[in-house]
């Protein structure tokens, strides 16, 4: 065996290795096992923070997201039979989260408020010349309703039938709140780009 061969192998192994200790950490939790919850949470909390951020107004906001996640993952963590991706079935648990408390915290309005339409596909021009924490500050700045939508269009992969479901509000009310969503984008990344050009002259 040459040496890319090697390297490939070891990669097999170590990636084995991995699933097998998460799947020993599930398991583990799934007898409420409090060490083993402390490892799930230092395995993941970065990540999931980082999903509760784009959802929440604020770091304050997104770690009660967090919390109230962790909480019902630990809760229903006996429901995972191990079938598909555990950190997919984590992260519809926190978006969810997100969702009720999103529910709970603002009224949705169910109307078409008349913005003009984009391009479903018209992301590019929005998040090709920023960083990944620049776009997270921006969409936290937006209204409840537009955040909740553009991130799960934009960035979940939600269907506006989907969203119209979760958050009972209309089809078209999901398309007007994602299409006001992207021109408040473009016009925050249009200023901030702005400000730094006249830093940098």
Not at 88 to 106: K, P, S
Not at 121 to 133: F, L, Q, R, V
């Amino acid at each position: 065996m040459n040496k890319t061969g090697k390297i490939v192998v070891t990669l097999r192994n170590n990636v084995r290795d991995l699933n097998n200790q998460l799947d020993n950490i599930i398991k583990r939790c799934q007898q409420s096992d409090s060490r083993a919850q402390k490892e799930l949470y230092d395995l993941f909390g970065k990540k999931m923070y980082g999903v509760c951020l784009r959802y929440g107004g604020n770091h304050s906001e997104a770690q009660d997201i967090l919390h109230d996640g962790f909480l019902k993952i630990f809760g229903k963590i006996g429901q995972f039979e191990f079938k598909g991706s555990f950190e997919g079935w984590m992260r519809r648990i926190f978006v969810n989260t997100a969702l009720e408390r999103f529910r709970n915290q603002y009224k949705v309005i169910n109307i078409q408020d008349g913005w003009r339409d984009i391009k479903e596909d018209s992301y590019e021009h929005i998040t090709s010349n920023i960083t990944a924490e620049e776009l997270v500050a921006l969409i936290q700045e937006l209204s409840p309703k537009y955040r909740v939508v553009f991130n799960m269009y934009a960035i979940e992969g939600y269907s506006h039938k989907e969203i119209a479901e979760l958050l009972g509000i209309n089809e078209g009310t999901s398309k007007s709140n994602l299409s006001r969503a992207r021109m408040i984008l473009q016009d925050k990344v249009r200023q901030l780009y702005s400000a730094s050009v006249k830093v940098g002259m």
